[in-house]
């Protein structure tokens, strides 16, 4: 028998303010129909003035610890991945720890930009199967409204924030490719191409900064590097496209989530698409869209769901997993 990591739970939030397309036509040299057919993006939410990204994310983790039936109290580990951490420091997870009101525990952070859940997934599961925790709370959540440039057409109509959260447990397993949990994970970055999508200020400037991306130059790695990590992902436990009943990708464009699932050979009716309601949320666009698919009623238990992320660094990857 072997450990795995099972999901136990699973939930999310989004913040009341719904911004439309059209309400970026007043800002720049933009329009609704230029949105919809170059990104998919119809809608966004936007956190309140004061709204933190620990807020939205101890909301979304409430939400997953509800579903699962479990208290604070019954989890080991916080990870949260977020490049919109409140504060320098502490980490976002440490203040969504007493957020919820737990007194036992470690919580830290994962950075990995638009791949953190993925990277969050990974480290969750590396806790578990070594049994250092047996229950671990895993959040993708952020506020990128405030990385952006108002001035800035080419970013400021993509990107959304919200949070999403997923609980897994250790479980005894026989260890074979039809029991649940996490099956294989397959991650990269590549530090050579950090100027094609960063946030030029932090520490060295004194400043947040702005987001910014050299848009097609992001897609043209996306479109490859995303199919060849969940292809290796799958490759690992010997499964192909054809053995997928979910791909829940990173939201950034449906024209690069349409590209990764022709290159895997997996038809659009067995992808879960939320990127025209929430926008890119990051780091938060996998556990929304793993929620928002649950509750739809596509995601079900026995599941093959493929993950798979392309953000800054560059750095990427994919989590197979039986839900
Ligand atoms: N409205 C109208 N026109 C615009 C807008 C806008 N909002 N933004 C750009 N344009 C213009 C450009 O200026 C350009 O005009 P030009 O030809 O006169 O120079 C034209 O539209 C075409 O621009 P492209 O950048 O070539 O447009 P493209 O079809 O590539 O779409 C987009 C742009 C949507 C950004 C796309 O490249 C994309 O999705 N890239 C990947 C983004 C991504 O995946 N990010 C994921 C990681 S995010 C993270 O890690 C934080």
Known sequence: MTLRAVVKGVGH????????????ESLVDTSDEWIRSRSGIERRHFAAEGQTTSDLAARAARAALADAGLDPDDIDAVIVATSTADLTFPSAATMVQAALGMTRGFAFDVQAVCAGFVYGLANANALIVSGQARRVLVIGAETFSRLMDWTDRGTCVLFGDGAGALILEAAESAGSIDDRGILSVDLHSDGRHKNILYVDGGVSTGTTGHLRMEGREVFRHAVEKLAETAHAALDKIGLSGADVDWIVPHQANIRIIEATAKRMQVPMDRVVVTVQDHGNTSAASIPLALSVGRSR??????NLVVTEAIGGGLAWGAVVLRW
């Open 13 to 24: 939030y989004l913040p009341d303010r719904v911004v439309p397309n059209a309400e970026f």
């Open 297 to 302: 009623g596509q995601i079900l238990p026995g």
